[in-house]
């Protein structure tokens, strides 16, 4: 299981870091899709798992199956170890 840092992988980090850059947008789902710049990410099984530790989320309540912005969450950023993250805060 992911907790810090040095727990992340080239997929993961960047993952977090392209969702902290605002350009993202999740479905409203349980096992949620991500879109990066309109485009469907190619690793939707660490998408998943992101979204299921609390890391990514959508920044808006949406209707099931609905395309909304992602934001990187509080837990995220610290995952990546916060500073130097660009993009909103969650």
Not at 12 to 40: M, N
Request: glycine content about 12%.
């Amino acid at each position: 299981m992911l907790g810090s840092q040095e727990d992340l992988n080239y997929r993961e980090r960047a993952t977090l870091r392209a969702v902290a850059l605002g350009t993202a947008e999740i479905t409203c789902s349980s096992e949620p899709d991500l879109f990066i710049d309109g485009l469907a990410c190619c690793d939707q099984s660490t998408v998943h798992q992101l979204a299921r530790l609390g890391w990514i989320e959508p920044e808006v309540s949406g209707r099931p199956g609905e395309r909304v912005r992602a934001q990187i969450t509080a837990l995220g950023r610290a995952a990546l170890g916060g500073a130097g993250v660009p993009g909103r805060a969650a």
